[in-house]
Nanobody, 124 residues
Framework: QLQASGGGMVQAGGSLRLSCAAS????????VAWFRQAPGEERKFVAA????????RYADSVKGRFTISRNSAKNTMYLQMNNLSPEDTAVYCC???????????????????WGQGTQVTVSS
């Protein structure tokens, strides 16, 4: 199971760090990713890291502001979000899978394991 946390309300320009903890499994050997879903919209890709830890991918809208990372020893992945804007308001979900290839990191359908969402609200 994946458990996401760290969401909240922040003003524009602020920062938040989301966490996603794995229970019953380790992230070692798994690609990990964050997706987000705003009201009335489909779930969209935000950031991902290849299972080797050496490849990352970001949505254009968050490049330079968000950073995905993981701590294998703690079985936890993170999404550091800086310079937040109201457009970043959404429910953020974490995902993981051991079979995601580099070219599919941004594909929602590539991930079998999902955590529940954590709400991020950015006010202007």
């Amino acid at each position: 199971q994946l458990q996401a946390s760290g969401g909240g309300m922040v003003q524009a320009g602020g920062s938040l760090r989301l966490s996603c903890a794995a229970s019953g499994r380790t992230f070692s050997g798994y690609a990990v990713a964050w997706f987000r879903q705003a009201p009335g919209e489909e779930r969209k890709f935000v950031a991902a890291m290849h299972r080797t830890g050496t490849g990352t991918r970001y949505a254009d809208s968050v490049k330079g502001r968000f950073t995905i990372s993981r701590n294998s020893a703690k079985n936890t992945m993170y999404l550091q979000m800086n310079n937040l804007s109201p457009e970043d308001t959404a429910v953020y979900c974490c995902a993981a899978d051991s079979s995601v290839i580099l070219s599919n990191l941004a594909s929602r359908s590539a991930y079998r394991f999902w955590g529940q969402g954590t709400q991020v609200t950015v006010s202007s």
